[in-house]
């Protein structure tokens, strides 16, 4: 009921050997706590469940014994991530001291081996992933640095010398919960989040998803949001009822065309990209790349065609973003005195639509 009977509960958990399953009380006492201690004992607990290690060199060390995990330490590790959420849900967009800095860091560690870990059943790895990436899109993005700062050793996935796995997993979770279809909002807006804010502010992970969702152009005689791959989806999304699901998806798309128009509209076609243009007064195309906020964390490679997309690129229809069968002259057979009256007649609809 006040703070010193919840930081007992917390110092003396072990000894008190109370059952797992009655964790909600040491939920209830840490919301009694200062939000760095509890990140610490919640972070801590995580470690133990999990029997992970430091290093003197700060590495984390993983139990080799333990996978997959137990469906039980699994659920654990569930009730774990779902405190800590609720905890650190508040550091959205904050920047910490160089001690709240430390633990946070720490604490990525840790998610970035939950991310990677396999578990008895689909189900319980993907509510174990999708808790994980609630809480990292939470942390401050200066704590995110961790996730690639894995050493490369024997990672299935780098590039750039970069330990990729950590983005690779948050692709194929982001592709499993595109293809659900369900509650888009709820479950997909945070990883789409994260992949975006963490493009922003690191180029191996941006070159990377480009590499993965944006690949150079081959295919031109389909539509983009009628593509199967992944940018397809996404592109789709592009246009969703929901708006906090279209304005990260767009956001997304348009963080790795590095917020350059003429590259965005290149991938995702001028009817699609008109939502996100118009919001950020961008639908004139003045402005043709990065110039706000983040324009210094985008490096000046240009965008690389093959030559595919360079033999068709005369024939593409900017707003649909495909190649369009050739139609014929909606003026062919007209008189002069026709076509004086049907220019007349344009004229006034572009006037009432500017209006």
Known sequence: KDASAANYIILNWEKLKLPFEKFWLKKNALLWLPQERGVL????????????????GNQLIPDSTSSPVS????????????????????????????EEAALYRRLAAVLHHCLLLSCDGADTLEELQGHTVNILS?????????LLAVPVGQASHKYEGVNMDCVHALVLFMDRRLNRGQKLKEKLTPVLSLLTESSRVHRETRHYLRQK??????????????DSTLRGQLVRLMTHVDTDVKD?????????????????????????????????????????????????????????????????????????????AEQPDPMEGMTEEEKEKEACRLICMINRLSQ
Do not use: M
């Open 41 to 56: 004992v919640l972070t801590s607990a995580l470690e133990q469940r999990l029997v992970l290690r430091w290093t003197d």
């Open 71 to 98: 469906k039980e330490v699994s659920q654990d590790v569930i009730e774990i991530l779902k405190i800590i959420f609720n905890v650190a849900h508040r550091l959205y967009r904050q920047e910490p001291d160089e």
């Open 138 to 146: 939470a942390l401050p993005l200066t704590c995110l640095d961790v």
């Open 213 to 226: 969702i944006l690949p150079p152009l081959k295919d031109v005689a389909v539509r983009p949001e009628q």
């Open 248 to 324: 990260c998806a767009a956001e997304l798309l348009f963080v790795l065309c590095k917020e350059n128009v003429s590259r965005f509209v290149k991938y995702t076609g001028y009817g699609n990209a008109a939502g996100l243009l118009a919001a950020r007064g961008l639908l004139n195309g003045r402005r043709n790349s990065g110039d706000g906020q983040f324009a210094s964390h985008y490096s000046s490679d240009s965008d690389s065609d093959t030559e595919e997309y360079r033999q068709a690129r005369s024939k593409i229809n900017l707003v649909t973003g495909r190649v369009e």
